[in-house]
Nanobody
Framework: QLQLVESGGGLVQPGGSLRLSCAAS????????IGWFRQAPGKEREGVSC????????NYADSVKGRFTISRDNAKNTVYLQVNSLKPEDTAVYYC???????????????????WGQGTQVTVSS
């Protein structure tokens, strides 16, 4: 069964960092473009970052450029999101998602993704 599991969230002070992980089971992650999305209470889901199946292309939302870095380790079947210089407005549940292997490019539209994890909470507060 194809499954994505996020981890690495937590409570962090403004300016702090976390590394979020998205581990895949039941399929080979390297065949899939992966996206990270987030949703804060009362707000719509937002595309944060994505990486193509090859890893050669990455995209970021303007709100996180220069602070977040996406990467993938196909040997570990895992995609990471390094989040630095965190702000209170980064507080949200963060989800990773996999696009159909028919589409190797990454996009920041959640509707383009087929498989989703359960999410990991990131709270930025002093």
């Amino acid at each position: 069964q194809l499954q994505l599991v996020e981890s690495g969230g937590g409570l962090v002070q403004p300016g702090g960092s976390l590394r979020l992980s998205c581990a895949a089971s039941g399929f080979t992650l390297e065949d899939y473009a992966i996206g990270w999305f987030r949703q804060a209470p009362g707000k719509e889901r937002e595309g944060v970052s994505c990486i193509s199946s090859s890893g050669r292309t990455t995209n970021y939302a303007d709100s996180v450029k220069g602070r977040f870095t996406i990467s993938r380790d196909n040997a570990k079947n895992t995609v990471y999101l390094q989040v630095n210089s965190l702000k209170p407005e980064d507080t949200a549940v963060y989800y990773c998602a996999a696009r159909s292997p028919l589409f190797r490019r990454c996009v920041l539209r959640g509707s383009e993704y087929t498989y989703w994890g359960q999410g990991t909470q990131v709270t930025v507060s002093s």
